[in-house]
Structure formats: structure tokens, C-alpha cells
């Protein structure tokens, strides 16, 4: 091995990711009501938050701090449970850094750029090389040490990962231009109008939320942009375009250092409304979905019970536990049928009731009779015998929260109100 690819896989020892798991995700409504974005169920057995961190982990980053704010109990135990196998001896931490007034007893996290700023002597402590800034609400598989390696070649000391996105939903990222050496000349945050890439009038190039930074300049820089005019105390829409105004920042295309199989493009979802959360999640019950959470040389990381398997019941007439095209979790019993669904743990569907294209989160009982189809049911619902939901959108919607799409959430409180 050459001195050069030696160093180059030690970078990942000289970084420190920075996960910025403190948004509330108002997008996704009554979801969000208990927990935190970052702390909602995802795949069958995951929280979102776990992504980021199992990308840090499977590239060799393990050194993480975790800065959590809106309604964090659930992410932070989460956390405390599921992710503490990291070795201090060895330089590995999970830390956690709730919002707690550290600089003055008026200010909570203003924005992310804040969060980072009220945390720099800590950071400071552990003496990282590079920062690496990550937004904890999307799913995706990616490999930051391709990343790494190409910001200390390139020799600048911002970049920020990116993407392509259609046009028609550009407005709701950081939107860049770049010239053929990925320079960014131009960012603008969740522009009403955004920029398409040149020669590609439906695509726009998109901020993931990724930055990664040279921790010596950032310690030098963010105090001046925190002591300035800057309204947002925000990455994207103060630090990033100071960034591309000063020509020091330049765009890592996600297709670099995505992981997945050949031929299914680069996976990344922003699962945040309720339209994308439950399609996400459907999407893992195809036969061969575009991301793969069965790639033991890749694998996500996260904290679940010690359950028994999933178990189905009764083999007699009408009354036979199935399932088509589905995914069931740990502790389940199922007696009734399911076709297209996503079961999390510890869920209960009942003889003669049927379950279609649903989302069914933790605890969750189906009652006999009961019919579901497209909906997303929140940890802990208790589903009336005979209750029919999604085959009149009249009544769904008088009852639950229907979005425009057809996909009915289903809460304990909506459910109480029913009595």
C-alpha cells in the first residue's frame, strides 16, 4: 500500500460528524407531535436518525456528536440505547448535545449554524481535523470518506453535498450552480425560483445538507458570521452562500459516494410529509426496492428489543394468517391478511381483518374485521373491530388526517375521539 492511500484511509480517524438531529419536521403533523423528525420509525425496525449515523460508522467516521433539541427524550434514549457500543479507549463517542442555553440563559438553537457555534469548545476538545455536518431526516446510504478524501484533495475548505432533483420540488432545498470543476458559483436557499441546470430545464442541482468543513477554519470563521448580521443562524442560507460568494466552497455529487447496486441510481429520500414518509416505506415491500437494507456489507445500525419472530396464525377457511409482498418485524402475530404493508414491532392484525398498501408502526392492534388501506397508523393505536379506513375519503377525512395524495394517519388521540 502506497503512503498516500494509507493516508487517505486514515482521514476518517482525523473527522468528527456533527448530526444536526434537533428539527421538529412540522411536515409530517400528528408524527411529529411526540418525537422529534429525526426520532420517527422508519423500514420496520430503524428511526431515521439511524442512517446518518450508520453511514458515519460504515465509513470509518466514529467520532459523532448528536445536537438535539425539539421534543429529543425519545431520540436521545434511542440513542442511549442503541448506539452504545463505540469504545472511548479508542477514540470512539457517541456525544449528546441537547439544546441547554450554554452561552447565555436566553438562547436555544437558533438555527444549525447556531447549534454548531454554541458547541465549539467541545468540539474543539476532541481536536477533529474535519468537520463533517450532516442533516439527520433523510434516508440514504452514503460513503463519506469518498467525500473526505476528495475535500483535502481538492484543497477547499468548504464542500457541500449534492444532488439532483427535478425541477418542480427544487424550492424545497439549497439550490446551486457550478462550473465544470464543481466550484460553486451561485447557492440560493429554497429559491421560489430555482435555477435548472444548463442544457436540463426539468433538473436543478440540490443541496443535500451535507457540509463538510476544515475544523481550524470553521472554529475561525463561524464567530464572525455569528457576530454579524446574520438573520437566520442558519448553513444554508447565511454560511454556505458567504461561502460561494468568497469562491471557497465547491459541490461533491452524492453519485460519487453513494452506496448501493448497480444499475438502481443514487437512493436519497427526504421523508418529510406524510405522502413521502408512506411511500418510502411501501417501497421496501417490492420484491427488489431501490434501497437495499439487507447489504451486510453496509449495514444499518440501530436499537431493538429482544423479540421472538414474527408468527402467523390459524390455517382454517377464512381464517388464515397471510401475507403478500410485505415486511414483518419481531413479535408480531398475525392472524388476519396483509398485502403490501410495513409492519414495525410488536404489531397485532386480528382474524378476518385485512391490511393493505399501510404503514403500521410499533404496538400497533388491528382489530377483527378490521380494513385498512393506505394509511399510517402511530405507535400504540388500538384499531377497533370492524373500523374501515381508506375506502371512503369523505369519512377519513372527518375522522383522521387525509392528505391530498389518499394516505390517512391514524393517531391514538384521533382514534379517542371516535368514542
Same mark, same amino acid.
Given at each position: ?51 446518518? +449515523? ?54 436555544? *438553537?437558533?438555527?444549525?449554524? #447556531? ?5 465549539? #469548545?467541545?468540539? =474543539? ?111 444554508? @442560507?447565511?454560511?454556505?452562500?458567504? +461561502? ?22 443514487? *437512493? ?14 411501501? #417501497? ?31 390455517? +382454517? ?9 410485505? +415486511? ?39 382489530? @377483527? ?9 402511530? =405507535? ?15 369519512? #377519513? ?14 393517531? @391514538? ?7
Amino acid at each position: 500500500m502506497t503512503e498516500n492511500a494509507l493516508a487517505r484511509l486514515q482521514l476518517p480517524r482525523r473527522a468528527m460528524a456533527l448530526v444536526l438531529a434537533g428539527g421538529r419536521g412540522s411536515r409530517l403533523q400528528q408524527l411529529t407531535d411526540i418525537r422529534s423528525k429525526p426520532a420517527v420509525y422508519f423500514g420496520g425496525k430503524f428511526r431515521i436518525v439511524d442512517f446518518a +449515523m450508520s453511514n458515519c460508522l460504515n465509513s470509518g467516521i466514529r467520532r459523532m456528536a448528536v445536537m438535539t433539541q425539539y421534543k429529543s427524550h425519545s431520540l436521545l434514549r434511542h440513542i442511549q440505547r442503541g448506539w452504545g457500543f463505540m469504545r472511548g479507549e479508542l477514540n470512539e463517542f457517541v456525544d449528546l448535545l441537547p439544546a441547554q442555553q450554554r452561552l447565555d440563559d436566553v438562547s436555544w *438553537y437558533r438555527g444549525t449554524a #447556531d447549534a454548531v457555534f454554541q458547541n465549539l #469548545d467541545i468540539i =474543539r476538545h476532541h481536536r477533529p481535523e474535519y468537520l463533517l455536518i450532516l442533516a439527520a431526516d433523510h434516508i440514504y446510504k452514503m460513503d463519506y470518506s469518498m467525500m473526505l478524501a476528495e475535500h483535502v484533495e481538492r484543497g477547499v475548505p468548504c464542500t457541500v453535498g449534492c444532488f439532483e432533483v427535478p425541477l418542480a420540488e427544487a424550492s424545497a432545498f439549497g439550490v446551486m450552480k457550478v462550473d465544470e470543476n464543481d466550484r460553486i458559483l451561485e447557492f440560493a436557499e429554497k429559491p421560489a425560483k430555482p435555477e435548472p441546470i444548463p442544457g436540463r430545464p426539468d433538473v436543478a442541482l440540490a443541496s443535500m445538507g451535507i457540509y463538510l468543513f476544515d475544523a481550524e477554519f470553521l472554529y475561525d470563521e463561524l464567530p464572525k458570521f455569528m457576530s454579524g448580521e446574520m438573520t437566520h443562524h442558519d448553513f444554508g @442560507r447565511d454560511v454556505i452562500p458567504a +461561502m460561494v460568494a468568497g469562491g471557497r466552497a465547491i459541490a461533491h455529487p452524492f453519485s460519487r459516494s453513494c452506496v448501493g447496486e448497480p444499475g438502481k441510481g443514487a *437512493y436519497w429520500r427526504d421523508v418529510g410529509t406524510l405522502d413521502a414518509y408512506w411511500e418510502a416505506n411501501i #417501497d421496501l415491500t417490492a420484491t427488489d426496492p431501490q434501497l437495499n437494507l439487507y447489504d451486510r456489507d453496509w449495514p444499518i445500525w440501530t436499537y431493538q428489543e429482544q423479540l421472538p419472530p414474527a408468527k402467523f396464525v390459524h390455517n +382454517m377457511g377464512d381464517r388464515r394468517g397471510m401475507a403478500t409482498e410485505s +415486511m414483518v418485524s419481531g413479535g408480531c402475530i398475525i392472524s388476519g391478511s396483509l398485502n403490501r404493508s410495513l409492519l414495525f414491532s410488536s404489531c397485532r392484525v386480528h382474524s378476518f381483518s385485512k391490511v393493505e398498501w399501510s404503514v403500521l408502526l410499533p404496538e400497533v392492534q388491528v382489530g @377483527r374485521g378490521a380494513r385498512l388501506t393506505k394509511c399510517i397508523v402511530d =405507535r400504540g393505536c388500538e384499531i377497533p373491530d370492524g373500523l374501515v379506513v381508506g375506502e371512503d375519503p369523505v369519512a #377519513d377525512a372527518a375522522r383522521f388526517n387525509r392528505t391530498e395524495r389518499g394516505v390517512t394517519l391514524i393517531t @391514538r388521540d384521533m382514534l379517542a375521539a371516535l368514542a
